[in-house]
């Protein structure tokens, strides 16, 4: 058994480079969300939901798994990528994502679980112990990004280049889930074919104190 403390609701963020997911993939990927979650709310209509407790219950689980499905194949997308920015696949670049993380954390009281800087995306799982947590990641996100494309425009010597998307994707990590996600984010290059072992790829990096419950444990 897991005897780590994990907060009821850390958090799994993923965010990447500007240009790293084309533009015609991407709104395939929304209009095939969009169009499976129009075949649900016809299936289980709002006048069902509200009367009958089992549908409203399926109807919340396939939603759910319909959010799960997107998000995989945005991050389907991001993997194979064959064009578009690939900047953050050097140990410089990552090291910087890492660096600003870190000193966030300190700086906002967050505890960071786990990272991936991927060549084109990053993972992360954090949170906060802040009353309005959802606010104050939104707005740490907005400054990491202003500080590390900053960072990463000076290394690149390219001032002025748009170094980040705008969107994100974060998804709370409900109970009894977050080995999976943890896992889920450690394996990222592994799962991109970029190594076999992710606990000595430069560019991930996990909270020393997860060894005991989390990593040992899988590797043994």
Do not use: C
Request: charge should be positive; avoid cysteine.
């Amino acid at each position: 058994m897991n005897d780590y403390p994990i907060p009821s609701t850390p958090v799994h963020i993923t965010y990447r480079l500007y240009g790293s997911i084309p533009n015609l993939p991407m709104q395939r990927l929304h209009e095939s969300h969009r169009l499976a979650l129009v075949a649900l709310n016809r299936e289980f209509p709002h006048q069902l939901r509200s009367t009958n407790a089992s549908a409203r219950k399926r109807h919340r689980e396939l939603n759910e798994h319909q959010a799960v499905r997107f998000y995989l194949g945005y991050d389907s997308l991001l993997d194979k990528a064959v064009y578009g920015p690939t900047f953050l696949d050097t140990p410089v670049a990552k090291q910087i994502i890492i660096d600003s993380w870190q000193h966030i954390a300190q700086q906002r009281n967050l505890q960071i679980y786990a990272i991936s800087v991927m060549s084109n995306h990053v993972h992360i799982i954090l949170s906060s112990d802040e009353a309005n947590s959802s606010w104050m990641l939104k707005a740490t996100l907005r400054d990491h990004k202003r500080y590390t494309g900053s960072m990463l425009n000076r290394l690149h010597k390219t001032p002025g280049r748009r170094v980040w998307a705008e969107k994100e994707y974060d998804r709370a990590i409900r109970r009894g889930k977050f080995e999976s996600v943890l896992w889920y984010v450690l394996n990222n290059p592994v799962k991109a074919g970029i190594t076999d072992d992710p606990l000595s790829w430069f560019g991930n990096w996990w909270a020393p104190e997860l060894h005991e419950s989390f990593i040992k444990l899988r590797v043994a």
